[in-house]
Nanobody, 126 residues
Framework: QVQLVESGGGLVQAGGSLRLSCAAS????????MGWFRQAPGAEREFVAA????????FYTDSVKGRFTISRDNAENTAYLQMTRLKPDDTAVYYC???????????????????WGQGTQVTVSL
């Protein structure tokens, strides 16, 4: 079982950048694909980005392609989401999730993820 703690959220102006971190503990992070999801007020939680166990595979939702970059450091048991050119529509609570898998791919479906962090708020102002 793995515990996840997100950090790095905050308030930023449109066009700015933030880097979210997800620290994993309690198990070997390299046994898990990692994903980032977000939930805006009044909306359902949606997929943002995912990365496979060895970082060879990454996936992004269309709205963040070219602006967000997911990465991981297995030695540090940490996953990251670098967000650039932020827009007000990116405002949401961002969640990190871990999917225990033997595959080196990564799922874009939240129901495949076994463990979740508590979330970190990202607010983008005009």
């Amino acid at each position: 079982q793995v515990q996840l703690v997100e950090s790095g959220g905050g308030l930023v102006q449109a066009g700015g950048s933030l880097r979210l971190s997800c620290a994993a503990s309690g198990d070997t992070a390299s046994d898990y694909a990692m994903g980032w999801f977000r939930q805006a007020p009044g909306a359902e939680r949606e997929f943002v980005a995912a990365i496979g166990r060895s970082s060879a595979v990454t996936f992004y939702t269309d709205s963040v392609k070219g602006r967000f970059t997911i990465s991981r450091d297995n030695a540090e048991n940490t996953a990251y989401l670098q967000m650039t050119r932020l827009k007000p529509d990116d405002t949401a609570v961002y969640y990190c999730a871990a999917d225990y898998t033997l595959s080196f791919s990564a799922s874009t479906t939240q129901y495949d993820y076994d463990f979740w962090g508590q979330g970190t708020q990202v607010t983008v102002s005009l």
